[in-house]
Protein backbone atom coordinates (compact mmCIF):
# COMPACT_ATOMS: atom_id res chain seq x y z
CA UNK A 1 0.00 0.00 0.00
CA UNK A 2 1.45 3.22 -0.79
CA UNK A 3 1.78 5.86 1.78
CA UNK A 4 2.74 9.37 1.19
CA UNK A 5 3.49 11.26 4.70
CA UNK A 6 3.93 15.65 4.42
CA UNK A 7 6.24 17.68 6.88
CA UNK A 8 7.79 20.31 7.00
CA UNK A 9 4.25 23.12 7.44
CA UNK A 10 4.55 25.71 9.98
CA UNK A 11 4.31 29.13 11.12
CA UNK A 12 6.53 31.84 8.91
CA UNK A 13 6.02 35.45 8.68
CA UNK A 14 5.45 37.00 5.37
CA UNK A 15 8.77 36.86 3.39
CA UNK A 16 10.30 33.97 5.17
CA UNK A 17 10.63 30.54 3.60
CA UNK A 18 9.62 26.63 4.39
CA UNK A 19 10.83 23.32 2.56
CA UNK A 20 7.88 20.62 2.53
CA UNK A 21 8.93 17.21 2.51
CA UNK A 22 6.79 14.01 1.16
CA UNK A 23 8.41 10.82 1.58
CA UNK A 24 6.46 7.88 0.42
CA UNK A 25 6.56 3.88 0.89
CA UNK A 26 7.49 3.47 -2.95
CA UNK A 27 9.37 4.71 -5.70
CA UNK A 28 7.16 7.06 -6.76
CA UNK A 29 9.66 8.44 -9.82
CA UNK A 30 9.37 6.33 -12.82
CA UNK A 31 5.74 6.79 -13.86
CA UNK A 32 3.29 9.46 -13.36
CA UNK A 33 3.64 12.50 -11.60
CA UNK A 34 4.59 13.99 -7.44
CA UNK A 35 2.56 16.92 -7.07
CA UNK A 36 1.88 19.61 -4.51
CA UNK A 37 -1.66 20.93 -4.22
CA UNK A 38 -3.14 23.32 -1.24
CA UNK A 39 -6.75 24.06 -0.10
CA UNK A 40 -8.09 26.44 1.97
CA UNK A 41 -11.38 26.01 3.84
CA UNK A 42 -14.02 26.67 1.52
CA UNK A 43 -12.08 26.57 -1.87
CA UNK A 44 -11.12 23.84 -4.17
CA UNK A 45 -7.79 22.49 -4.06
CA UNK A 46 -5.40 23.81 -6.07
CA UNK A 47 -2.64 22.18 -8.13
CA UNK A 48 1.15 24.51 -6.93
CA UNK A 49 3.84 22.02 -8.50
CA UNK A 50 4.07 19.11 -10.54
CA UNK A 51 7.41 17.42 -11.35
CA UNK A 52 6.87 14.39 -14.13
CA UNK A 53 8.35 10.65 -14.34
CA UNK A 54 10.32 12.08 -17.34
CA UNK A 55 10.89 15.61 -15.13
CA UNK A 56 9.03 17.91 -16.55
CA UNK A 57 7.86 20.32 -13.98
CA UNK A 58 5.21 23.13 -14.35
CA UNK A 59 3.95 25.63 -11.53
CA UNK A 60 0.88 27.32 -10.92
CA UNK A 61 1.60 31.17 -12.14
CA UNK A 62 0.99 32.46 -8.54
CA UNK A 63 4.03 30.93 -7.07
CA UNK A 64 6.01 30.96 -9.82
CA UNK A 65 10.04 32.27 -9.18
CA UNK A 66 9.28 31.53 -5.29
CA UNK A 67 8.49 28.26 -5.15
CA UNK A 68 10.38 25.35 -6.49
CA UNK A 69 9.66 21.11 -6.24
CA UNK A 70 12.44 19.14 -6.58
CA UNK A 71 12.91 15.32 -5.97
CA UNK A 72 15.51 12.80 -4.78
CA UNK A 73 14.88 9.18 -6.19
CA UNK A 74 17.13 7.58 -3.27
CA UNK A 75 14.82 8.74 -0.78
CA UNK A 76 11.57 8.55 -2.55
CA UNK A 77 10.80 11.77 -1.48
CA UNK A 78 9.51 14.98 -3.17
CA UNK A 79 10.04 18.70 -1.82
CA UNK A 80 8.35 21.89 -2.10
CA UNK A 81 11.10 24.91 -1.50
CA UNK A 82 8.82 28.01 -0.48
CA UNK A 83 10.52 31.48 -0.60
CA UNK A 84 9.28 34.98 -0.20
CA UNK A 85 6.11 33.32 1.54
CA UNK A 86 2.45 35.57 1.46
CA UNK A 87 -0.42 35.59 3.48
CA UNK A 88 -2.63 34.04 0.51
CA UNK A 89 0.01 30.91 0.76
CA UNK A 90 -1.48 29.88 3.79
CA UNK A 91 -3.44 26.60 3.23
CA UNK A 92 -3.49 22.85 4.18
CA UNK A 93 -0.53 21.23 1.38
CA UNK A 94 -0.43 18.07 0.10
CA UNK A 95 1.15 15.53 -1.57
CA UNK A 96 -0.20 13.33 -4.55
CA UNK A 97 1.24 10.72 -7.29
CA UNK A 98 -0.73 10.84 -10.24
CA UNK A 99 -0.80 7.35 -12.22
CA UNK A 100 -3.12 6.48 -15.30
CA UNK A 101 -6.57 5.36 -13.23
CA UNK A 102 -5.43 6.36 -9.50
CA UNK A 103 -4.36 9.52 -7.31
CA UNK A 104 -2.74 8.72 -4.14
CA UNK A 105 -2.85 11.62 -1.18
CA UNK A 106 -1.16 12.11 1.99
CA UNK A 107 -2.97 13.74 4.81
CA UNK A 108 -1.71 17.43 4.42
CA UNK A 109 0.49 19.80 6.39
CA UNK A 110 -0.75 23.33 7.31
CA UNK A 111 1.21 25.97 6.18
CA UNK A 112 0.30 29.07 7.80
CA UNK A 113 2.01 32.60 6.68
CA UNK A 114 0.84 35.47 9.59
CA UNK A 115 3.05 38.34 11.07
Known amino acids: QVQLVESGGGLVQPGGSLRLSCAAS????????MGWYRQVPGKQRELVAR???????NYVDSVKGRFTISRNNAKNTVYLQMTSLKPEDTAVYYC?????????WGRGTQVTVSS
Open 96 to 104: NWAIPGRDY
Open 26 to 33: ANMFSIGA
Open 51 to 57: IYSGGAI
